[in-house]
């Protein structure tokens, strides 16, 4: 406590610690597991509560690996019901259905879309159709969130955004990241001034993609269906940045990187943004991504007063350390936060749990984007429509530098195809 009465940083950092340990560390058990969503809410007030009792159907549109584990994740929600599942053919719709004991399947997109029952969808097929299948939901009047990256070109995005905000319909891209407790946590540390003003942000993410990926099979190499580290990856670390340094657009833009010249697409790239300020808030944001090798994965905020890490992975973190100041160089005091996620229910053990790691983490951004359509609102506080331009937009400017074509749902009829 300071001499005005109020809660230091250490005493704000030491209880908010404190919730989040006694929240998040029950012993395991058979029983389902409490979500401990109310960490995110207790933490920062960010996403609206919702009221008992209040349920939402979500209609999932592609049953690929995504879907399939965000449909893994919800089953930790008891308001969320997955009422139906669209997909390109109607016997992978099926088989979807039957191994989540979803009740309703259907052939195509569009009927998912109709689907009366639907009250919002999730779209898990892959970017280059994210904008053709954004679009069939908003205009069936449905909520939308739609996986990561939100399209493969600005514009795309843009029309997704419109049409939302035309309909006054929920729209999310799933940059799932700014749900985690963790970042929650930093925002709010952050924003307390525990670090100071933010001059920096040094964030990482690549992985040695033939691990799960055949090249040049996989869409990571197709160019058409949207590949590329850029689009798969590098919209992790370039989502940090306005965060960090507000949602504005950085007012230079350097980029580098390696591409693959037989597929065309973006092996890795090196991102430097910079926002101008001087030292009234100016900063640089120094960003890496690759499908080669695996990096640490570290997200480092660095402000005038310290700095926080976000260990790895920390697109989906559990784990983070907050470095306070003190007089002279290196001299710092370090605090640890870790909030664990919760184990995966038996249900989601018994149907092949999860794809990607950490997927289980999900159900944050999945309760998030719930409570923001319970409580009527048309966007999440955690990240909104502008931020999701303002990344897209970023990644145009890198990809014309590093020379790679626009690609996937270019153009109005949002096919696929350039
Ligand atoms: N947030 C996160 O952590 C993650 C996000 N993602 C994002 O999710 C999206 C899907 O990724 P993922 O599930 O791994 O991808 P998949 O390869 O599993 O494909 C997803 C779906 O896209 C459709 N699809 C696949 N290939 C084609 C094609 N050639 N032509 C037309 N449609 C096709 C299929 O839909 P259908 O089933 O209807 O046939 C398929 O099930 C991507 O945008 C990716 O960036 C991916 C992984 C993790
Ligand atoms: O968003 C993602 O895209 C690529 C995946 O391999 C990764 O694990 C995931 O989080």
Not at 140 to 152: F, I, R, S
Not at 324 to 344: I, M, S, T
């Amino acid at each position: 406590m300071d001499s005005n009465g109020n809660n230091s940083v250490e005493d704000v950092v030491r209880s908010l610690d404190a919730f989040f340990s006694s929240s998040s560390s029950s012993p395991p058990s058979s029983a389902p597991r409490p979500v401990p969503l109310d960490i995110a809410d207790g933490l920062t007030l960010l996403s609206p509560p919702t009221a008992a009792g209040a349920t939402l159907n979500w209609g999932i549109m592609g049953a690929g690996r995504v879907s399939h584990d965000f449909v893994q994740a919800l089953k930790a929600l008891p308001q969320a019901r997955v009422v139906a599942v669209g997909a390109s053919t109607l016997p992978k719709a099926e088989a979807f259905a039957s191994t989540h004991k979803i009740p309703g399947a259907h052939g195509s997109y569009e009927a998912l879309a109709r689907d009366p029952e639907v009250q919002i969808v999730y779209v898990g097929t892959l970017h280059a159709f994210h904008k053709e299948h954004a679009l069939l939901a908003l205009e069936a009047g449905k909520h939308v969130l739609v996986e990561k990256p939100v399209a493969c070109r600005a514009e795309d995005g843009v029309v997704m955004v419109g049409r939302a905000r035309e309909k006054k319909l929920l729209f999310l891209e799933g940059m799932w990241t700014r749900f985690f407790p963790v970042v929650e946590m930093a925002r709010y540390l952050i924003s307390s001034g525990a670090i100071g003003r933010v001059v920096a942000l040094h964030a990482d993410f690549g992985f040695n993609s033939s691990d799960s990926e055949g090249y040049p099979d996989s869409p990571f190499f197709n160019h058409v269906l949207g590949g590329g580290g850029l689009l798969f990856v590098g919209v992790y670390p370039i989502s940090m940045a306005p965060l960090c340094f507000g949602s504005r657009m950085p007012t230079k833009i350097a980029a580098a990187g390696v591409v693959d010249a037989p597929t065309g697409v973006d092996l890795s790239g090196g991102v430097i943004l910079e926002y101008e300020g001087g030292r009234e808030g100016g900063g640089l944001a120094v960003l890496t991504y690759n499908l080669m090798g695996e990096t640490p994965e570290e997200t480092t905020i660095v402000g005038t007063e310290g700095r926080i890490k976000i260990l790895g992975p920390a697109h989906c973190p559990t784990q983070m350390v907050l470095y306070r100041k003190h007089k002279g160089r290196r001299n710092v005091q370090a605090f640890d936060f870790e909030y664990p996620l919760p184990a995966p229910l038996p249900a989601v053990e018994a149907t092949g749990g999860f794809n990607y790691p950490n997927s289980q983490g999900f159900m944050y951004e999945a309760a998030a984007a719930q409570r923001c359509v319970l409580a009527g609102l048309g966007e999440t506080p955690q990240y909104t429509m502008e931020e999701t331009l303002i990344v897209a937009k970023i990644m145009d400017e890198v990809r014309r530098q590093l020379g790679v074509r626009a690609v996937g749902g270019g153009g109005e009829d949002g096919k696929g195809t350039k």
